[in-house]
């Protein structure tokens, strides 16, 4: 079982950088793949990105393709988020999540760990 926990968030304007951090507890951070998935106002909850266990391989929704950057370090459980050139459509509560599966997924009900959300918002 792993708990994970964001942060990073806040009040960025249009155009601005912010890093997204979640820690992971647990001993088996290393065999997850990870992912970031947000969730805007009255919408549902989608796909942002995911990393492969090892870190070597990235997936990105074509929204954030070329403006975000996932990454990880299994030896701190720690997996970041790092999105530049923030537009007012990226506001929303970003989630990390755990999954226990080797293949990345962009359906939020395949994974299987959540943490609490960090409100991320765009001012134009």
């Known amino acids: 079982q792993v708990q994970l926990v964001e942060s990073g968030g806040g009040l960025v304007q249009a155009g601005g950088s912010l890093r997204l951090s979640c820690a992971a507890s647990g001993r088996t951070f290393s065999s997850y793949t990870m992912g970031w998935f947000r969730q805007a106002p009255g919408k549902e909850r989608e796909f942002v990105a995911a990393i492969s266990w090892n870190g070597v391989t990235a997936y990105y929704a074509d929204s954030v393709k070329g403006r975000f950057t996932i990454s990880r370090v299994n030896a701190k459980n720690m997996m970041y988020l790092q999105m530049n050139s923030l537009k007012p459509e990226d506001t929303a509560v970003y989630y990390c999540?755990?999954?226990?599966?080797?293949?990345?997924?962009?359906?939020?009900?395949?994974?299987?760990?959540w943490g609490q959300g960090t409100q991320v918002t765009v001012s134009s």
């Open positions: 999540a755990a999954r226990s599966g080797s293949n990345y997924q962009t359906l939020p009900h395949l994974y299987d760990y």
